[in-house]
Structure formats: C-alpha cells, structure tokens
C-alpha cells in the first residue's frame, strides 16, 4: 500500500466517522427520552414505596420501560429514514444499543425474578451496564463526553455498594441527569447546529 492509498483510506474512515457523527447528534431524543422514562420510573416506585403499594411497581416499570421500547422502536425508524443509507458504525451502535437494551432487561427484570440475586444488586448492574453502553458508543464516535459519561456510571455503581440498597436506585437518578439527559442537551444542541449549516 503506498502512501496516497493509506491517505485514502484515512480520509475514508475519518468521512465515516464524521457522518456517525452526525447521526448520533440527530439521535439526541433517544437518550432524552430514555433518561426521562427511568427517572419516572424511579420515582414512581419510590412513591409506590412510600404508600406501600408493593405489588404495583412492576407495573410501573412495565409501563415507562413499554413507553421507551415503543419510542425507540418508532423513533429509530424515522430517523432512519432521514439519515439514509447506513454506515457500518452506526450499524455498529444499533447493535450495541440492542444488547445493553436486552442486557437491561435481564438483570433489572428476568434475573432478579429468578432469584440469581437481591433486588438491591439491580441499581448497580444497571449503572455497569449503561457504562458499557455509554463509553462504547463514545469510543466508537470518537466523542470523549461519553466516554465520562461511562466512567461516571462505573463510579456510580461503585459508589451504590456502600448506599443501603433501599436507596441505590436513588442514586441513579443523578446518574441519568449526568450521562443521559445531558448528553441529550449537547447533542440536541450539535444537532441544531448541524441543521442549520445545511439550511439553504
């Protein structure tokens, strides 16, 4: 390979790179969305809690995380269509938001209900996993934002192990302001930026 192929090549990745960039900053609404869908269901088990309404909370989870799937699946497919032809990294941070999607499901629901662990691990299996999502999808649009926004998430379920675990999921909300809702902000602020370069 000489030397102009190689600065082809490099010039080629660093095009695609900049084109999931783009796409990520349209996606913005996903981690919003997703961010505020949680912090409501935490607060509504909380409240559900507090007026001892225990056999109520899986409904409550049902319905916000239903809302999300639903959202996603209907947002996804707009946006796809806006955006066109997929790159492989964007394929690639489909499905990695599918498996930590599944991943989600299995420890918050399947895995507790089948008695593998206390209900006071799920905050912190939760936090590793959306550390995983978050810094990978980081590391793959080369944007650092996220990838801190996964370490803090680390850190967070860190930090659960020495909360009593009637409070973890208490903690998860700050968690979800610092690495969902406000890399929703600076991508919804990327994303307007984007549109209005494109404007004629």
Same mark, same amino acid.
């Given at each position: 390979?000489?030397?102009?192929?190689?600065?082809?090549?490099?010039?080629?990745?660093?095009?695609?790179?900049?084109?999931?960039?783009?796409?990520?900053?349209?996606?913005?609404?996903?981690?919003?969305? %997703? /961010?505020?869908?949680? &912090? +409501?269901?935490?607060?509504?088990?909380?409240? $559900? !809690? =507090?007026?001892?309404?225990?056999?109520?909370?899986?409904?409550?989870?049902?319905?916000?995380?239903?809302?999300?799937?639903?959202?996603?699946?209907?947002?996804?497919?707009?946006?796809?269509?806006?955006?066109?032809?997929?790159?492989?990294?964007?394929?690639?941070?489909?499905?990695?938001?599918?498996?930590?999607?599944?991943?989600?499901?299995?420890?918050?629901?399947?895995?507790?209900?089948?008695?593998?662990?206390? %209900? /006071?691990?799920?905050? &912190? +299996?939760?936090?590793?996993?959306?550390?995983? $999502? !978050? =810094?990978?999808?980081?590391?793959?649009?080369?944007?650092?934002?996220?990838?801190?926004?996964?370490?803090?998430?680390?850190?967070?379920?860190?930090?659960?192990?020495?909360?009593?675990?009637?409070?973890?999921?208490?903690?998860?909300?700050?968690?979800?302001?610092?690495?969902?809702?406000?890399?929703?902000?600076?991508?919804?602020?990327?994303?307007?930026?984007?549109?209005?370069?494109?404007?004629?």
């Amino acid at each position: 390979m000489n030397d102009l192929q190689a600065k082809d090549e490099i010039q080629f990745i660093q095009e695609m790179i900049e084109r999931t960039r783009k796409i990520t900053a349209g996606s913005w609404m996903f981690f919003l969305v %997703w /961010g505020i869908v949680a &912090i +409501l269901g935490i607060v509504g088990m909380y409240v $559900l !809690v =507090f007026i001892e309404k225990y056999s109520w909370i899986w409904l409550d989870w049902i319905v916000f995380m239903g809302f999300g799937v639903v959202f996603s699946i209907v947002y996804g497919k707009k946006l796809e269509r806006l955006t066109g032809a997929r790159t492989y990294a964007h394929i690639t941070t489909g499905n990695l938001c599918f498996a930590c999607g599944i991943a989600f499901g299995l420890v918050g629901f399947v895995f507790p209900l089948l008695k593998l662990y206390s %209900w /006071g691990l799920i905050p &912190i +299996l939760i936090a590793l996993v959306a550390g995983i $999502l !978050v =810094f990978t999808l980081g590391g793959i649009v080369e944007w650092n934002l996220l990838k801190w926004c996964g370490v803090i998430w680390w850190l967070g379920a860190l930090g659960m192990v020495f909360i009593h675990e009637n409070y973890r999921g208490l903690l998860v909300v700050p968690l979800l302001l610092i690495g969902y809702i406000m890399p929703a902000l600076v991508l919804r602020s990327m994303y307007q930026k984007q549109s209005e370069e494109n404007a004629p």
